[in-house]
């Protein structure tokens, strides 16, 4: 890539002249030169100077433009890499703490048998932040849930994965006698539960917002204390007694380990929820423009297989 567009690109993501050049180790008047160029080039203005900078239609056609050629550069080099074996490489993974906690002790030692000697980086964040991690080139792949339709996305819905409430014993028959937790089996109306304290997940991540969708929908007001990212604090909390959580069930899996060393009081029930239909497609996602080596291939479907086996324990 020319140093015009990489200039450009520091820009776009900076969104200041003054930081970019600092980025960039040259002076201001010398980024400035580099944007007027491109101007005069391809005839149209990038950014609007005033009354702060700001990307015009021609600059958003440009930054989209040229982060898909990065991904191809960077496409190309991790295939001449491994072109010869396709057992030596590097790649970059996206995936939420929780589902990283559970997959991945699950599928690297079946893929370090293979591939020994390839590089994996893995980052961590909601389906939300991945998704422009990726449109911007910083990841090669990630694991998401219920991910946009992005025409520059290729994916491959993995699983449906189903919400489930998580409530300790002793919280349980503080507020129910036993023949609602007998009925709760067979789905816990969550009406039922408005006085009970809950933890639930942050509003930017995909769990919460299908949880919230069906709280509306059903004029619910769960009384929430606490906001929590992660499915292992959820358990945590749970199992001190001080409030009951809404979780997906594939990340339940250590509920049962749980449940098996401790007193009846902090062990955990886990109940389907009533009527409760909002899916979480599980998707792994990769930019259409990159190509998968073979490392990439099997470690993807590594992550399918365990993936596949998490949705039916």
Same mark, same amino acid.
Not at 24 to 49: G, M, P, W
Not at 115 to 137: A, C, H, K, R
Not at 258 to 267: F, P
Not at 272 to 294: G, N, S, Y
């Given at each position: 890539?020319?140093?015009?567009?990489?200039?450009?690109?520091?820009? @776009?993501?900076?969104?200041?002249?003054? @930081?970019? *050049?600092?980025?960039?180790?040259?002076?201001? !008047?010398?980024?400035?030169?580099?944007?007027?160029?491109?101007?005069?080039?391809? =005839?149209?203005?990038?950014?609007?100077?005033? %009354?702060?900078?700001?990307?015009?239609?021609?600059?958003?056609?440009?930054?989209? /433009?040229?982060?898909?050629?990065?991904?191809?550069?960077?496409?190309?080099?991790?295939?001449?890499?491994?072109?010869?074996?396709?057992?030596?490489?590097?790649?970059?993974?996206?995936?939420?703490?929780?589902?990283?906690?559970?997959?991945? %002790?699950?599928?690297?030692?079946?893929?370090?048998? /293979?591939?020994?000697?390839?590089?994996?980086?893995?980052?961590? #964040?909601?389906?939300?932040?991945?998704?422009?991690?990726?449109?911007?080139?910083?990841?090669?792949?990630?694991?998401?849930? #219920?991910?946009? !339709? =992005? %025409?520059?996305?290729?994916?491959?819905?993995?699983?449906?994965?189903?919400?489930?409430?998580?409530?300790?014993? &002793?919280?349980?028959?503080?507020?129910?006698? =036993? &023949?609602?937790?007998?009925?709760?089996?067979?789905? *816990? +109306?969550?009406?039922?539960?408005?006085?009970?304290?809950?933890?639930?997940?942050?509003?930017?991540?995909?769990? #919460?917002?299908?949880?919230?969708?069906?709280?509306? /929908?059903?004029?619910?007001?769960?009384?929430? #204390?606490?906001?929590?990212?992660?499915?292992?604090?959820?358990?945590?909390?749970?199992?001190?007694?001080?409030?009951?959580?809404?979780?997906?069930?594939?990340?339940?899996?250590?509920?049962?380990?749980? =449940? @098996?060393?401790? +007193?009846?009081?902090?062990?955990?029930?886990?109940?389907?929820?009533?009527?409760?239909?909002?899916?979480?497609?599980?998707?792994?996602?990769?930019?259409?423009?990159?190509?998968? %080596?073979?490392?990439?291939?099997?470690?993807?479907?590594?992550?399918?297989?365990?993936?596949?086996?998490? @949705?039916?324990?």
């Amino acid at each position: 890539m020319k140093p015009g567009f990489s200039i450009f690109l520091l820009v @776009a993501e900076e969104m200041s002249i003054s @930081a970019a *050049a600092r980025r960039a180790f040259v002076t201001q !008047q010398c980024v400035s030169d580099h944007i007027h160029r491109l101007e005069q080039e391809y =005839n149209a203005k990038l950014f609007e100077r005033k %009354p702060h900078l700001k990307l015009t239609q021609a600059g958003e056609i440009m930054l989209h /433009t040229l982060r898909s050629v990065g991904i191809l550069e960077q496409t190309m080099e991790k295939s001449l890499q491994g072109i010869s074996s396709g057992t030596k490489g590097a790649f970059r993974v996206g995936i939420s703490t929780s589902r990283a906690q559970i997959i991945l %002790p699950r599928v690297l030692p079946k893929y370090q048998e /293979t591939f020994p000697d390839v590089q994996i980086s893995f980052y961590v #964040n909601d389906t939300i932040v991945l998704e422009q991690q990726l449109l911007e080139g910083n990841i090669d792949l990630f694991l998401g849930v #219920n991910t946009s !339709q =992005n %025409p520059d996305f290729s994916n491959i819905s993995l699983a449906d994965d189903h919400i489930s409430l998580v409530i300790s014993d &002793k919280l349980l028959r503080q507020h129910f006698g =036993n &023949k609602d937790i007998q009925a709760f089996e067979h789905g *816990a +109306e969550l009406s039922k539960f408005e006085e009970v304290p809950f933890s639930l997940y942050y509003s930017t991540g995909a769990v #919460n917002k299908v949880i919230s969708h069906y709280l509306e /929908t059903h004029r619910l007001q769960l009384t929430t #204390n606490y906001h929590i990212s992660d499915c292992d604090t959820h358990i945590a909390l749970c199992a001190s007694g001080i409030c009951a959580a809404l979780c997906p069930r594939m990340l339940l899996v250590r509920v049962g380990e749980h =449940n @098996a060393w401790v +007193e009846r009081a902090r062990q955990l029930h886990i109940f389907p929820v009533q009527d409760f239909d909002e899916i979480l497609r599980i998707d792994l996602v990769w930019h259409k423009h990159t190509a998968l %080596p073979l490392y990439m291939r099997i470690f993807m479907e590594l992550v399918r297989d365990e993936v596949a086996l998490l @949705a039916i324990e």
